[in-house]
């Protein structure tokens, strides 16, 4: 019976560092130890610790090999001062994108800092399953994405695909590399019905149709249909505009896209693709030019930009504790907006000269908060397409505005059920009224105490209430907290070099 379980934990073991796209012999270096000894453990000849069980598991980033494996829980102990200061990471939503677009490149891909986070582990488990080999290269996050030269799309990881939404936009560049093929149907965060007609609409120029039945869809190309005219897009939605501009990348000729999102990750893509050797002009604008090209066989190097939504974040954690931190790295461009705002509700900070990022493109400045009193917003807020104030920035104004004085009107127009997670502030003293799956009323300012809540399954939602558990009296414990892995890396370890209490645990 000992030798069977050693058999199934060495099976489990060979599984996870193949989906990491590691050999025996990196995943020996990464534990300092030898090759022979992790042949030895895959075949289920070796007697194993539970400490070297633990470091298998945080090498190999898998639950599944993790001690004591069940949900990660957050205890926050406060109320907490930050101070110090902090570098935005790359943004995780450019980096799911480019991912998907190394689908559409023969050569070699290195993606520089690249957001090692949940989402971006599933795309990988689905890229290795199609026979991609991925590496991370080092400590920085450099990832070397090689394809081989067919795809096995008979073999997709449906578990690992099915637990991310960024799956859909596999859609573009697969549709240049077969003519019939099934993806599982996507997940990720649940905020309401998220409809793919947009993306039916915008691919179906180019040949591409899809049915959707039994979990799957079900995708076939005529390759006799092309283009006559631009695309014009139904929804400016991010994955959208990035699914088109990646079928008009290995379709050659000029593609029109009105309507096109120019939002952060957009215009990464559009960076990526012009390394790649694609035409691309209006990026930033709502009409991009796309030159496609008839095959993409090149060695690329590339460094996606920062996270706006991670500054955002950032900012919410130094505004909600009253705290002076500086934040490294803003992709100001992406910020205008949003502290536009803050300044008329009183918000005080100031801002480094301008810079570029890695990328030679997206402007970044280091900001330094100041402890300020802010009072409530005279109008509502609410998101807008880019240039206006950013979709996934939203819910971190329900936690400014609980520390505001006055009445905020928050409307959250693009998702049917985001905002009713926001009441759970009200747990932690917050006063926050539903007042239709929309929008909320915010009343400040509160007096924060600690509490036990479960993590909602919404990622923005669920940082909100970290961050007001960092300004709360005493202990609060966030319960299954996936969902913030799913696009924060190391968000509780960081906080903690800022000077937070944030302790990660697992129920025994």
Request: hydrophobic letters at 40%.
């Amino acid at each position: 019976m000992t030798d069977d379980y050693k058999d199934r934990i060495g099976n489990l073991i060979r599984d996870a560092r193949k989906h990491r796209g590691l050999t025996q012999h990196q995943l020996a270096e990464l534990l300092a130890t030898s090759q022979s000894a992790i042949n030895r453990i895959e075949k289920g000849h070796q007697n194993l610790s539970l400490e070297m069980l633990a470091r298998i598991g945080a090498a190999l980033d898998s639950e599944i090999v993790a001690v004591g494996a069940g949900p990660v829980h957050l205890r926050v102990t406060g109320p907490t001062r930050l101070s110090g200061s902090i570098e935005v990471k790359t943004s995780k939503n450019a980096g799911v994108a480019l991912l998907c677009a190394s689908l559409l490149n023969r050569g070699r891909t290195t993606l520089r800092k690249v957001a090692r986070i949940e989402e971006v582990n599933r795309l990988l488990e689905v890229l290795g399953s199609l026979g991609v080999q991925t590496r991370w290269l080092n400590s920085d996050n450099d990832l070397e994405i090689i394809p081989p030269r067919e795809l096995d799309l008979d073999r997709i990881d449906v578990d690992a695909a099915r637990r991310t939404r960024s799956v859909i936009m596999f859609l573009g560049p697969l549709m240049h590399r077969a003519d019939i093929f099934e993806l599982p149907y996507a997940g990720g965060c649940n905020l309401g019905t998220r409809t793919v007609e947009p993306h039916m609409a915008a691919l179906r120029p180019f040949g591409l149709e899809v049915k959707a039945s039994e979990g799957s869809y079900h995708a076939q190309v005529n390759r006799a249909v092309e283009p006559g005219r631009p695309i014009v897009l139904t929804e400016r939605g991010d994955t959208v505009t990035e699914n088109a501009l990646m079928a008009a990348a290995l379709h050659p000729g000029t593609t029109i896209i009105r309507n096109a999102s120019s939002n952060y990750m957009v215009q990464d893509l559009c960076f990526f693709l012009r390394r790649l050797g694609v035409g691309v002009e209006g990026i930033g604008t709502t009409t991009l030019e796309v030159t496609g090209v008839a095959e993409i066989d090149v060695d690329v190097d590339y460094a996606p930009s920062e996270d706006p939504i991670e500054a955002m974040s950032l900012l919410a954690a130094a505004i909600v504790t009253s705290s002076e931190i500086t934040i490294q790295r803003v992709p100001i461009e992406f910020l205008e907006i949003e502290l536009a705002l803050l300044e008329e509700m009183g918000f005080c900070y100031t801002r480094s000269t301008e810079y570029v990022a890695n990328n030679g493109h997206t402007r970044l400045v280091d900001l330094t908060t100041k402890p300020s009193t802010l009072h409530a917003p005279l109008d509502k807020i609410h998101p807008m397409p880019f240039p206006g104030l950013n979709i996934d920035n939203l819910p971190f104004f329900a936690v400014i505005a609980a520390v505001a004085e006055g009445q905020t009107l928050l409307h959250d127009w693009v998702y049917e059920n985001r905002a009713i997670y926001l009441v759970e502030l009200n747990k932690l003293g917050g006063n926050v009224k539903l007042l239709d799956p929309h929008r909320v009323m915010i009343e400040g300012p509160t007096h924060w105490s600690g509490a036990e809540i479960v993590c909602p399954p919404a990622l923005r939602p669920a940082v909100v209430i970290l961050l007001a558990m960092l300004a709360s009296k005493g202990t609060s414990v966030l319960r299954s907290t996936y969902v913030i892995h799913r696009g924060y890396e190391d968000l509780a370890e960081r906080l903690n070099q800022l000077g937070a209490n944030i302790e990660p645990f697992r129920d025994i």
